[in-house]
């Protein structure tokens, strides 16, 4: 199975481990609207990255309200080892009849446009929507690789998308869908 894609002179790349001890210049929080930190990935990054986060988050939403499903924004990174946290909120799995594919590809591409934004080169996900909002792991893993893909073929900045997967099924889920995506 596949661990890397290369597109020109860019890349996607997955492995297995923890978002917050990533090495990166941004890397992404599976939110949610409120931007008031959660469980999953969104417990931990605030957690590990300490209150500065959040109090972006809170400042962000008193001044432009909840962010939607499918947009992304972005704080500092407080104590963790990257300079920035992108947070996005992606979609609740209500059985696919709800644009979720839509919503989730969005959630990456928004998250992708505010890190060629800033000029960040390498960027962190975690697999969006497939924890706590049930996303299927099979569903999501194409539609974010996919997105990736074509948003690499244009960027300006970023030049390497990682995906850190935190258990091994989820891992070869992303795996998987990688091989298909370069056949
Ligand atoms: N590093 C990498 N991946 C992780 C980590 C980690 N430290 N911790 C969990 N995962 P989730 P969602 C994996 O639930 O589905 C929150 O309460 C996890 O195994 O974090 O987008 C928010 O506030 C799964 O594969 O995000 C929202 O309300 C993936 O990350 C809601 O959950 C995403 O799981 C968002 O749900």
Known sequence: ???????????????????????????VNA??????????VDGAIPRAG??????????????????DPGRA???HGGDLPVEFVIHTVGPKWLGGMADEAQTLSSAYLESLR???HFCLETVAFPSISTGAFGYPKEQAA??????????????????????VLYDMRTYETYANALDHLVM
Do not use: Q, W
């Open 142 to 163: 194409p539609v974010a690789l996919e997105t990736i893909r074509k948003f690499l073929a244009e960027a300006e900045c970023v030049r390497h998308v990682k995906l």
């Open 50 to 67: 300490g209150d500065t986060i959040l109090e972006e988050c809170k400042k962000y939403v008193d001044e432009h309200g909840r962010l």
């Open 114 to 116: 505010v890190a060629d």
């Open 73 to 75: 924004m972005l704080t």
């Open 31 to 40: 939110a949610n609207s409120s931007l008031m930190g959660g469980g999953g």
């Open 1 to 27: 199975m596949a661990n890397e894609l290369r597109i020109g002179d860019k890349v996607i790349t997955l492995e297995r481990g923890d978002i917050r001890t990533v090495e990166a210049d941004a890397i």
